[in-house]
């Protein structure tokens, strides 16, 4: 029979035995074989592209952008890995894609219905990206209307163009 020491909480007990059965399935999920063999051995594909793979391809954009001034308007074409189209800083905007990119997240998402945003003018101009990115079609548009959809367009530069005013972060 299993005798329980009284003077260690209960809490921290259950707290131990999910961790230590957290840690078994997570030893026991692991194989020995690459995952490379059964991807070979697999009549279809079985998940999409890590995002941390540098091999990855498929990852093609079209970047049109209206209103935005000195040269910037134009529709453009990137790929990444490795950086390449007519973009003009196409290894930039690679990059900040990158660097924007997190498993689960949707990178091109919208502002949040809900969310409260300053209320300032970021100027007329207008963008729409579409292609594909980490394995998911994108169609996103942006402006910049308000605070969240400045910083939304702000995150992508230099896949888009830098509006900010001079002296600003």
């Not at 030893?27 to 793979?53: C, E």
């Not at 134009?74 to 950086?83: D, F, K, Q, V």
């Not at 100027?123 to 990206?129: F, L, M």
């Amino acid at each position: 029979m299993l005798q329980v020491n009284r003077s260690v909480p209960a809490w921290r007990l259950r707290r131990l035995l999910l961790v230590t059965a957290g840690s078994l399935v997570a030893v026991g999920s692991t194989s020995v074989v690459p995952a490379a063999a059964y991807a070979q051995a697999a009549p279809f594909p079985l998940a999409a592209p890590s995002l941390q793979d540098p091999g990855r391809s498929g990852d093609h954009l079209t970047v049109t952008v209206r209103d935005a001034g000195a040269g910037a308007d134009g529709t453009y074409e990137l790929s990444c890995h490795p950086a390449g189209g007519d973009h003009p800083d196409a290894g930039g905007a690679c990059a900040a894609l990158e660097r924007g990119t997190r498993w689960g997240k949707d990178s091109f998402a919208p502002v949040p219905q809900g969310s409260f945003c300053t209320m300032q003018y970021g100027g007329s101009a207008t963008a729409h990206v579409t292609g594909t990115w980490a394995g998911r079609p994108v169609d996103a548009r942006y402006d910049r209307s308000d605070g969240c959809e400045i910083a939304r367009w702000d995150r992508l530069v230099p896949l888009l163009p830098d509006l900010r005013q001079e002296g600003r972060p």
